[in-house]
Nanobody
Framework: VQLQASGGGLVQAGGSLRLSCAAS????????VGWFRQTPGKGREFVAA????????YYADSVKGRFTISRDNAKNTLYLRMNSLKPEDTAVYYC???????????????????WGQGTLVTVSS
């Protein structure tokens, strides 16, 4: 599966953005999916994930209650809705998909075989 992330940009603190991740090659509902982010000098960190069935989602504590992961199977697209954005949310955001992801590894980037190219989100104070 190939993944193409988009939707990043510059937004003021308190604002919202929706990131999209369009999949091609295979249907996205064959995979567990996730969003990760990375800032300069730091490793890639977990943001949110969804099981293949889409019925269970996981969030990093830092974004819980503000971010929502979802997928539209008809459009073969993954989304990350980000509300109440903070300057510390500034990062390059990556979408990912994996077939071998299990419950205990949903938050580990090593579990995901396929990655989008990243989209930059900048939150100004």
């Amino acid at each position: 599966v190939q993944l193409q992330a988009s939707g990043g940009g510059l937004v003021q603190a308190g604002g919202s953005l929706r990131l999209s991740c369009a999949a091609s090659g295979r249907t996205l509902n064959s995979y567990a999916v996730g969003w990760f982010r990375q800032t300069p000098g730091k490793g890639r960190e977990f943001v949110a994930a969804s099981r293949r069935s889409g019925d269970v989602t996981y969030y990093a504590d830092s974004v819980k209650g503000r971010f929502t992961i979802s997928r539209d199977n008809a459009k073969n697209t993954l989304y990350l809705r980000m509300n109440s954005l903070k300057p510390e949310d500034t990062a390059v955001y990556y979408c990912a998909a994996g077939q071998g992801v299990i419950l205990t590894t949903m938050r580990s980037q090593a579990s995901y075989e396929y990655w989008g190219q990243g989209t930059l989100v900048t939150v100004s104070s």
